[in-house]
C-alpha cells in the first residue's frame, strides 16, 4: 500500500478496485495494521495555523494602547535625564508585558485542553465488529459507518449507500444536501461532482452509508482548501471582552487629559517645569489599568476550564459570560431531563380482546446489558410462542440499525452504537434468545425509507424465506394510521376500529406513565414493488430517489404487530435542577417530540409543573394553528409543554422568545436541531446522544448530557460576570483614590505652600505592590448565597452603569480626602509644620509613607466591601470564602513591608519605617473608610422592610 494514497483518483474506480488499492476489504481492517498505517499516514488531525511565536506574543503586548502611553511616559523620563523614573516605567512596562504574555499563553493552553476534551469519535469495522474509535485513530482502508447527523471523518470512497445525502456546503457552497452513490464517475469532474466520495467537514444530512477512508488528516481536500485559503483561527473577542477594550481605551485618554491638566496645576504650584512633566507622567502611569483586557481573557478561560470539570464543554469563550444573562432554557426531555437508558419495560401484543392485560408481557433489567428476562407464565404462554410474538421480535430488530457492545477500555457498561430506542429494541431481542447480528446477516437490508419527522417512522426492506417483506417501526399513531390488518396469535384478520381504540388506550395508559410508545409492523410486498427494490440493487441514484419517493405507496397496508414500551427514567438530580432554575427566575420550557401524556408524566416527576392549572400543554397541530401574538402570549404563562413538535416548531419558539427581549439557552441534539441551536443565545448540544451537526452548531456541549450541568453552568457565568465587575469596580475606585489624593494635594498646593501628600513613584507602587495581587485573587470569588436567587442580569447593562460611576466618583473624593487628612493629622500629631519641611527630610517621607499605607489599606476594605455587593454588609461568613484572596493581602502587605523598611528599596520609593502609632494613624483611616463605605450602601441600596 503506498503512502500517497491521494495520487490515486478512486472516484474513477469501482468498489472492488478502490479496496483492493487500498489493501483492506470490505468487512474490516485488521488491528495488527493500524500501527503500521498510524506511523506511515500520521493521525488524522488538522493543523490550520501554527501557534505564534513568543516574540510576536510579546511585540502584541507592547502594541496595547496603554503600554505605548507608559513607553512614551518612559522615554520622556529618559529625555529629562530622570533614571530614576526611567527605571520604574521600565520595570513596570516588563512585568505588565510578561503578565500579559503569560496570562495570553494560560489562556490558549486553556482552550488547547478544553479541545482536547471533545473526543469525536467514529464507527469503523474492525476485527469484524463496528467499534467507536477516536476520530484521530482512523487510517486509510479502515471502513467507515455514516448515519443521519455525523460528521464525515475522513475522506471516502463510498461502498455501500442506502439514500445517503451528505451537506457539503463547507467545501462546495452548494446549499442543498448532494445525494451520494457508489457507481464509477469517468473522466475528470470537479470536487462538487464526485458524488461517489464523502469528504472530511461534511455532515450526513439523511440516509447511511459504509465508505472506505482514502484520506486522512493533512492530506483530506477540506485541508488542501483551508491551506489554500490561510483559515485564520483566531478567536473573535467576547462582548465583555470589547466592553472591558473600550473601557480601557476611553481610561486611557481620559488619563492623558488628567495628566495633562495636573501638569498645569503643579506648574501653577510652583513646581517647575521639570517637576511638573515628571509628576504628570508618574500619575499617567499609575492610572492605567494596564493588566485589564488579559486579565478578563483569562478569567473566562478558567471559569471554562472549572465547567469542564463539571462537564460543560465551552467552545466559544463569549458563552461563558452569556450564560449569566439567561431568563429562559427550552429543553428536550430525552437524555437531558431523563437517563437517555432506553429499556423496552414492557410489550403489548394486541389480540381479539380489548382487555389491556391480554397480551401485555412485562420485561425485566435496565440498560444495554441484555441479561434480562421477558416474563411468561408458563413455558407454552400462547403469546410468547406465537408467530405474532416470533415476527414482533424480528421486526423489532430487522427494522433497527443500532448495535450494543459489551464493555470496553473505553466504555464501564454495555453501550449503544446508533439510535438509543434502537438499541433497547436490540436488547430486547437478545433478551428472547435472538442473536441480532446473525438476523442481520441472514437477512440483509435492500432498501432503507429513513425516519423523518413527518411521517414519524422508518421501514426496511428485506428478503425473508422468498418473499419481500417492509418491516415498519414508528409513532404508534402513525402507523395505525396506515395498518389495515392485525396479526393476533397465528391468524392475521382486519383491524377494527374496537382495537384501534383498545391499541390507543393502552399507548395512553403507558405513556402516562412515562412510557415512550414504539409499534411494530410489516407488509408483505407486491410482485411489482419487489422488482422496484430489486432493480434498485444495479440502479442509479436517480432510480433509488424516485423509489424513495414513493415512501407512501409502500407504506401503506401494513399488519399491525404490537408495542414495545420504552422506559426512559428521570436523572436523579432533574429536579433538584429544575428547582434551582425556577429560584434563579429562570423559565424551563420543555420541547419534545414524545407524546403529550409522557411529557406530562416526566414533567411531574421532575417538578416542571405541579398544579393543573398551572401549566399548559400545547400539541403540535395546535402549535401550527396559533398566532405568533398567542403564542407569545402562552410562552407569557409560568409553565409551557410542547408535545410532538418539529425542527421548525424549535426554531420557531425559539425566535418568538428571542423578540420578546429574552435571553434564550436551548438543549437539543439532533441533526435538524441545528437551526434552533445557532439562532438562541446559547445553543447547548448533548455529548453522549448528540448529534455531529448538533455540537458543531451550539456553543457549549453537556458532555454528561445532564440538565442538571446547564443550570451549573449557569451559576458559573453569574459568578464570573460578578467576579469581572467587583475587579473593574473596585480598580477604578482604587485609581480614583489615587487621583483623588493627587487632586486635592495639588489644589492646596496651589494656594498654600504645603507639598503633595503622595509622589507619583509611591503611587505606582500602591498599583504594582498594593492592588495588583488583591485583584487578581478577587477574580476566584466563589458564588453568593444570593446568585442563584436573583433574576438573571440584563444583557444590554453595562458595568459602568450610572450606580456604579457615581459610587466611584463619590469614593475618589472621600478616599483622597481621607488620605489627605491622614498626611495632615501626622504633622499635627508630631508637631511637624508640614509647609516649612523640605520634600528630602525623613519627616516628609513619613508623613507620604502614611498616606501610602492609608490608601492601601482602604483598598484592602474597599475590596472587601466591594465584594459582598453593593447592598449587603462586610460583616458576614463570605469575608473568609476566598483563600487566594486572604492570601495576597498578606503577601501585599510583606511586600509593603519590604519597600518601607529594607533600606536601598525604601530610599529608591522615598519611604521611612512607621512608628506604631503613625501604623495606628493608617489603620484608623482605612476604618472611617469602612464606616463611611457601609454607610453610602445603606443610604443608597438598602431595601425597604417587607
Known amino acids: 500500500m503506498e503512502k500517497t494514497t491521494t495520487q490515486y483518483e478512486f472516484f474513477k474506480g469501482t468498489v472492488l478496485e478502490s479496496l483492493e488499492r487500498l489493501a483492506t476489504r470490505e468487512e474490516w481492517l485488521h488491528t495488527d495494521e493500524i500501527t503500521k498505517r498510524l506511523t506511515l499516514y500520521g493521525e488524522n488531525i ?47 512596562i516588563v512585568i505588565n ?31 469484524k465488529t463496528i467499534k467507536e474509535i477516536p476520530l484521530e485513530q482512523i487510517v486509510p482502508g479502515d471502513i467507515v459507518y455514516i448515519e443521519e447527523g455525523d460528521s464525515i471523518p475522513a475522506d471516502l470512497r463510498l461502498i455501500q449507500v442506502m439514500h445517503l445525502k451528505t451537506n457539503d456546503y463547507s467545501l462546495t457552497g452548494e446549499s442543498n444536501p448532494v445525494r451520494k452513490h457508489t457507481q464509477v464517475i469517468p473522466g475528470t469532474v470537479p470536487l462538487a461532482d464526485k458524488n461517489n466520495m464523502a469528504f472530511m467537514g461534511t455532515t450526513v444530512a439523511t440516509g447511511n452509508a ?4 482514502v484520506a486522512t488528516g493533512m492530506h483530506t481536500e477540506l485541508w488542501k482548501i ?20 473600550n473601557v480601557a481605551k476611553k481610561l486611557t485618554i481620559g488619563t492623558i487629559i488628567i495628566a495633562t491638566v495636573l501638569v498645569f496645576i503643579a506648574l501653577y504650584a510652583d513646581f517647575t517645569l521639570y517637576q511638573a512633566l515628571i509628576f504628570g507622567i508618574g500619575i499617567a502611569a499609575a492610572m492605567v489599568p494596564q493588566w485589564l483586557p488579559a486579565q478578563v481573557t483569562v478569567a473566562l478561560s478558567l471559569a471554562a476550564t472549572r465547567l469542564a ?82 415476527r414482533f421480535m424480528h421486526t423489532s430488530v430487522l427494522a433497527c440499525n443500532a448495535r450494543i457492545n459489551p464493555p470496553d477500555e473505553n466504555h464501564a457498561t454495555w453501550y449503544a452504537l446508533g439510535d438509543p430506542t434502537e438499541a433497547a429494541l436490540i436488547t430486547l431481542a437478545q433478551k428472547a434468545w435472538i442473536d441480532s447480528e446473525e438476523l442481520n446477516r441472514q437477512y440483509p437490508e435492500l432498501f432503507e425509507f429513513s425516519f423523518n419527522s413527518v411521517r414519524k417512522m422508518m421501514s426496511s426492506v428485506r428478503h425473508i424465506e422468498g418473499e419481500y417483506y417492509l418491516l415498519i417501526k414508528g409513532a404508534p399513531r402513525a402507523v395505525l394510521q396506515n395498518a389495515t390488518h392485525l396479526l393476533s396469535g397465528n391468524q392475521r384478520t382486519a383491524l377494527q376500529q374496537t382495537q384501534r381504540d383498545h391499541i390507543e388506550q393502552y399507548v395512553d395508559h403507558m405513556a402516562s406513565q412515562a412510557m415512550r410508545n414504539l409499534a411494530i409492523a410489516y407488509r408483505k410486498l407486491t410482485p411489482v414493488e419487489a422488482k422496484l427494490i430489486e432493480s434498485a440493487q444495479t440502479s442509479d441514484v436517480e432510480h433509488m430517489q424516485e423509489i424513495n419517493d414513493m415512501v407512501e405507496q409502500f407504506e401503506q397496508n401494513m399488519t399491525f404487530l404490537g408495542i414495545a414500551s420504552i422506559i426512559d427514567p428521570p436523572r436523579e438530580e432533574a429536579r433538584q435542577a429544575v428547582q434551582a432554575a425556577h429560584d434563579a427566575h429562570i423559565k424551563v420550557v420543555m420541547i419534545t417530540g414524545d407524546y403529550a401524556l409522557t411529557a406530562k408524566a416526566i414533567a411531574w416527576q421532575i417538578g416542571l409543573v405541579n398544579k393543573e392549572w398551572h401549566y399548559k400543554i400545547i400539541h403540535n397541530p395546535h402549535l401550527k394553528q396559533k398566532t405568533d401574538i398567542k403564542l407569545m402570549q402562552d410562552l407569557e404563562n409560568d409553565n409551557v409543554i410542547f408535545s410532538r413538535t418539529s425542527p421548525e416548531d424549535k ?42 451537526v448538533a455540537k458543531d452548531s451550539s456553543q457549549i456541549i453537556l458532555m454528561d448530557d445532564s440538565f442538571g450541568t446547564l443550570v451549573g453552568a449557569i451559576k458559573e457565568g453569574r459568578v464570573i460576570y460578578q467576579n469581572l465587575r467587583k475587579t473593574i ?56 448565597k444570593w446568585t442563584m436567587k436573583q433574576p438573571p442580569r440584563n444583557i444590554n447593562h453595562h458595568i459602568l452603569d450610572k450606580d456604579t460611576i457615581t459610587t466611584v466618583v463619590a469614593t475618589w473624593l472621600y478616599m483622597g480626602a481621607l488620605a489627605f487628612g491622614a498626611f495632615l493629622t501626622y504633622g499635627r500629631l508630631h508637631g511637624i509644620d508640614l509647609r516649612t519641611i523640605s520634600t528630602d527630610s525623613i519627616a516628609y517621607k513619613t508623613a507620604t509613607t502614611v498616606t501610602y499605607t492609608s490608601i ?73 473608610y469602612l464606616i463611611w463605605r457601609e454607610g453610602w450602601k445603606y443610604c443608597c441600596y438598602r431595601k425597604p422592610l417587607a
Open 729 to 784: 469596580v473596585a480598580s477604578m475606585t482604587t485609581n480614583g483614590g489615587e487621583l483623588g489624593i493627587v487632586l486635592v494635594s495639588l489644589l492646596i498646593a496651589s494656594f498654600t505652600w504645603l507639598p503633595v501628600a503622595i509622589t507619583a513613584v509611591q503611587i505606582l507602587a500602591v498599583d504594582l505592590i498594593g492592588e495588583m495581587l488583591p485583584l487578581i485573587a478577587l477574580t476566584f470569588d466563589p458564588a453568593q
Open 97 to 127: 508585558t510578561i503578565i500579559g504574555y503569560l496570562q495570553e499563553a494560560k489562556a490558549e493552553n486553556i482552550m488547547k485542553s478544553l479541545k482536547t476534551m471533545l473526543h469525536t469519535t467514529a464507527k469503523v469495522k474492525r476485527d
Open 226 to 245: 483551508a491551506h489554500l485559503a490561510h483559515r485564520d483561527t483566531a478567536t473573535e473577542e467576547t462582548p465583555l471582552q470589547q466592553e472591558l477594550t
Open 309 to 390: 470539570r463539571k462537564n460543560a464543554l465551552v467552545k466559544e469563550l463569549g458563552s461563558v459570560e452569556t450564560l449569566g444573562c439567561i431568563n429562559v432554557i427550552c429543553t428536550d426531555k430525552t437524555g437531558t431531563l431523563t437517563k437517555n437508558e432506553m429499556t423496552v419495560s414492557h410489550i403489548f401484543l394486541p389480540s381479539q380482546t380489548t382487555d389491556q392485560e391480554t397480551g401485555k408481557i412485562a420485561v425485566s433489567w435496565t440498560g444495554y446489558n441484555p441479561i434480562g428476562t421477558i416474563d411468561r407464565k408458563k413455558e407454552e404462554d400462547p403469546f410468547t410462542s406465537s408467530l405474532q410474538y416470533k
Open 856 to 928: 492601601v489599606l482602604s483598598q484592602f476594605v474597599n475590596i472587601l466591601s466591594i465584594r459582598v455587593g453593593r447592598d449587603k454588609s462586610v460583616v458576614n461568613r463570605y469575608i473568609i470564602s476566598n483563600r487566594r484572596l486572604l492570601a495576597s493581602f498578606a503577601f501585599s502587605l510583606l511586600l509593603v513591608a519590604i519597600i518601607m523598611y529594607v533600606p536601598l528599596v525604601s530610599q529608591y520609593f522615598g519611604f521611612w519605617p512607621l512608628s506604631y502609632l503613625d501604623r495606628g494613624l493608617a489603620l484608623s483611616v482605612a476604618f472611617f
Open 651 to 692: 426554531l420557531r419558539i425559539v425566535q418568538l422568545l428571542k423578540k420578546t427581549g429574552k435571553v434564550v439557552a436551548v438543549t437539543w441534539d439532533g441533526i435538524n436541531d441545528a437551526p434552533a441551536l445557532k439562532n438562541a443565545n446559547i445553543g447547548v448540544s448533548m455529548g453522549k446522544i448528540g448529534t455531529d
Open 46 to 92: 488538522l493543523t490550520y495555523k501554527q501557534e505564534d511565536p513568543w516574540y510576536q506574543k510579546i511585540m502584541r503586548q507592547l502594541k496595547d494602547p496603554m503600554i505605548l502611553l507608559l513607553l512614551v511616559a518612559a522615554l520622556l523620563a529618559r529625555f529629562l535625564d530622570d533614571m530614576q523614573w526611567f527605571v520604574v516605567l521600565m520595570i513596570i
Open 210 to 213: 459504509y465508505g472506505v477512508v
